[in-house]
Structures are given as C-alpha cells and as structure tokens.
C-alpha cells in the first residue's frame, strides 16, 4: 500500500531547517537560480519517465541551510525526498541533520549538492533508478 506524498511533509520540514538567513541576495546565487531551475525540472522529467509520481520542485528557503528545491516522489511503499543544495557544502550540514532524524532505518545517498533521503533501504533497483536521475 502507497503511503500518500502528503504523509512525508513532517519530513520536510525538518529538512528545511530553522534558523534564520540574513535578507541579502548575491549576484551569484540569482544567476544560479536558472540552472538550480533547469536541473531540478530535468530531473523532475527523468523521475516521472522512469514511472514515480514526483511533487515539489524549486523553493525559496527560509534558511540558509535549508534545500534550494526539493522533489518527493513516492517508491514502493517508501517517500523519498530529493534534495537540491546551493552547494556540496550545504549539503554535507544538511546530510548531517538528516541522519539524525531518519536514524539506522532509512538511508541516505549524497553526490556534491544533491541528497536523496530514504526512509527505509530501497530496493537496489529502485535506488538505481533515482540515483540515475537525480544525480545526472
């Protein structure tokens, strides 16, 4: 039995982080916009061809260390949770706080500033198949 996407929203929002980020914008971080865009949109597109239901998509986080986008897709009975990082650094804290919270029952696989959070250990063929799309 699916567990709706809705269900994986208290996951999110630990995820997001609570700490406050200073009011200013970079030039650098408005140009990355439009790639941080593109890339989460293709891999949006990869996600739903290979047959999962995919929501979410790029975010405007309240924290610094918070997710730059974030898709969910429901796997099995499992929600995962893709997140998009300004950068590898953010995303090794956010990998961090998310170990905690998910403990020795989900897994967590990191390339550079992507992260795709399990709740529980996937199905090697599974895994392969966002891994594949996710880290593209």
Not at 62 to 82: C, K, T, Y
Request: with cysteine; proline share 3%; glycine share 12%.
């Amino acid at each position: 039995m699916r567990r709706p996407i809705a269900g994986t929203l208290a996951l999110l929002v630990l995820l997001a982080g609570c700490g406050g980020g200073d009011d200013t914008t970079s030039t650098e971080s408005a140009g990355s916009d439009a790639l941080a865009s593109a890339r989460v949109e293709e891999a949006r597109a990869c996600l739903a061809k290979a047959g999962f239901e995919v929501v979410g998509g790029v975010s405007d986080p309240v924290a610094d260390n918070a997710p730059d986008a974030e898709l969910v897709l429901s796997v099995g009975n499992d929600q995962v949770f893709v997140a998009f990082y300004r950068d590898s650094e953010t995303a090794a804290e956010g990998e961090e706080r998310v170990r905690e919270t998910i403990g020795s029952t989900g897994l967590i696989d990191r390339e550079g500033s992507v992260t795709v959070i399990w709740g529980t250990k996937p199905d090697a063929g599974d895994r392969v198949a966002v891994a594949g799309c996710a880290f593209a």
